[in-house]
Every structure is written in C-alpha cells, then in structure tokens.
C-alpha cells in the first residue's frame, strides 16, 4: 500500500508587512532586519481574521472538491484551548462527520503529521487524509524583543495525502528532543503554567519569547550532528537528494545547511517572502516547489527542521505522482 502527496496548496492573509515596517516597530534598521533574519516582507492576519478561516482556504485549494476521510490540524496556533483547531477548521469546512484531531510538534508539526498520515494510509485505516496547518503566528510577536519579532509571520499550507495500491512509498524519518532547551523558545502562557489567575503572570508571558545565541549553540551541538547521522544511516549522500524543504527558521539557520553540503540550488528558501511562519513553514516550501515545477516524479525529497523543545526532525519522501 501505497501514500503519496496528491496537491499543496498555500493561504496567506491579504496585508503585507514590508521590513521597513516591522523595523520601525522594533526600533531597528532595515538592515538589521535582512542581516540577521533574511525576512523582506510577511502577511499578518488583521485582529479580526479567524485562523479556522485562513486553513479552510489553504485546505479548499488542495481539495479541488474531494472529501478526505479524516483531517489533520498540524499546528501551534490555537482558536481555543479546547476544543481544538481541528474541529473548527471541520466546521469551516462543512465536513460534517469527518474525524478530525491536532498535533503539535511545534515547528515540526507538519513533518510529524506526515509520518503519521502515511502510517495511517499505509495500514489501510484512511485512503485519504488531509494536513493543515495554520499560524498566525504575528500575534505573539514581542516588539521588545528585536530578534524574533523581525522573523514572525502569518500564513497556512496544506497538502492531500492520497492511497494508491500500485506505489509503495517509504518514509524514513527522524526525531530527537532534548529538553534542556525548552526555555530557549517559548510561550509561558496559554496553559496551566502562568495562569490568568497566577498573580504572577504579565502580559509579556502570551507573547513569544527566544533565546537566539542558545538556539545557534544547540543547533551546532545537537541538530547538524543529528542530520549528519541520519543522512548516513540511510546510506544518503546531501549531493543525492533532489530537493531540500527546510522549516524556514530564518535565512541563518536555513544557511547552516550549506555547512552540511547541501547546495544552494538544493534548498527551497521563502523565508524573505513570508517570514517563519513556525508549523505553516514547511507546508509553505513544499507548496511553492510543487508551483514551481521542482518536484518531479522519482525526486527524493529531504525535509528538515529544528523546534522549540528543543527538537529536530526530518524525513526522506520520493515525489510520486497519481499517473
């Protein structure tokens, strides 16, 4: 049994932010801006937009009128804490009845949703599902805090995840955390932890918060090794893979893989056009290197990406096509 990728699609809000902009916000140059974060423009969701709303245009695209047998929200930005986004993306949907859930691997959501939906379609348990995910991610930003509040940005990507009984399409993948991290990127409320009632909680603990030089060190320490290890436990040289989707952390990060001996024209990077737009990242690369004609049928496919906990993942798929 086979699973393969059929459509992705991208949904971005209306507005767009130019650096200019967000430099004045953050007390910062335009240069300071492209320097560090690689980030010339986003969209961000005006007050008034609804997430369910944005990831129903992304999934509508995807769709072209089918039905899948069961949606999954990949996402970290919630409506609500319960219920989930997933059911409300249904409802936007109008798939009355369809089994929908979340799951949140932070920036790695897409990618961990994937492996799931293809353990799921292989076993024969759906012949279709669809991923969504959906990040306003804008609303968290920090304007005090210069470096993260230069790469945020807003938009969803999703893509139909589709059976075929004549392609038997493997996913090797890869995952490690290492919790020491997890105060190096965080939002500290929103849960149990700084509770309204908590008479210490403040208003800067809803907004995001990082520590980019104890990122880069991790990152150094733990995530290169990692896909070094990876890539040559599957025998798979970075000169053998086709296309690199990388999540698009900011254009430093994404740059790391040129280190690992990946090129440039290897690498799928819109972080200049939408910013980290954290889960919807690499949904968002996918979709663009499907536009642009990149993913032809027998490429291998390298996904990649680091999340707050600390965490890194990644994936091999080989691009199969319905014909």
Avoid at 77 to 99: E, H, K, N, W, Y
Avoid at 150 to 173: E, V, W
Avoid at 177 to 196: F, M, N, V, Y
Avoid at 272 to 300: F, M, Q, T
């Amino acid at each position: 049994m086979g699973a393969f990728i059929l459509r992705t699609a991208i949904a971005v809000p209306n507005q767009v932010e130019s650096s200019a902009i967000t430099a004045d916000k953050i007390g910062k140059s335009v240069e300071w801006v492209c320097k560090r974060t690689g980030v010339a423009e986003r969209h961000v969701a005006k007050i008034d937009d609804q997430i369910e709303n944005l990831a129903a245009v992304a999934a509508h695209r995807a769709l072209c009128g089918e039905t899948p047998e069961a949606l999954i929200n990949a996402s970290v930005s919630t409506r609500q804490l319960l219920p989930d986004l997933s059911v409300f993306i249904q409802r936007a949907l109008g798939f009355d009845g369809v089994p929908c859930f979340s799951v949140n691997a932070n920036c790695l959501s897409f990618l961990v949703a994937l492996k799931l939906a293809h353990g799921l379609i292989a076993s024969g348990t759906y012949r279709s599902i669809l991923l969504v995910s959906a990040e306003f991610a804008s609303r968290a930003r920090n304007y005090a805090k210069p470096e993260s509040a230069a790469l945020l940005g807003d938009g969803a990507g999703s893509a139909l995840i589709s059976y075929s009984p004549d392609k038997n399409q493997s996913m090797p993948f890869f995952m490690h955390t290492w919790s020491d991290g997890a105060e190096a990127t965080e939002i500290r409320s929103g849960g149990l932890h700084r509770h309204p009632s908590d008479p210490r909680t403040t208003d800067r603990d809803y907004l995001f918060s990082m520590n980019g030089p104890e990122l880069f060190k991790l990152g150094n320490r733990k995530a290169v090794p990692a896909i070094k290890e990876f890539l040559h436990t599957e025998n798979v040289e970075p000169n053998q893979i086709d296309v690199v989707i990388p999540h698009q952390a900011s254009r430093p990060a994404i740059d790391v893989l040129l280190r690992i001996g990946f090129r440039e024209d290897q690498i799928v990077s819109v972080i200049d056009r939408y910013g980290n737009c954290v889960a919807a990242s690499i949904p968002i690369a996918l979709a663009h290197a499907e536009a642009e004609g990149r993913l032809k049928p027998g490429k291998k496919i390298f996904f990649v990406g680091t999340a707050a906990g600390f965490s890194v993942g990644g994936a091999l798929w080989t691009w199969l096509t319905l014909d």
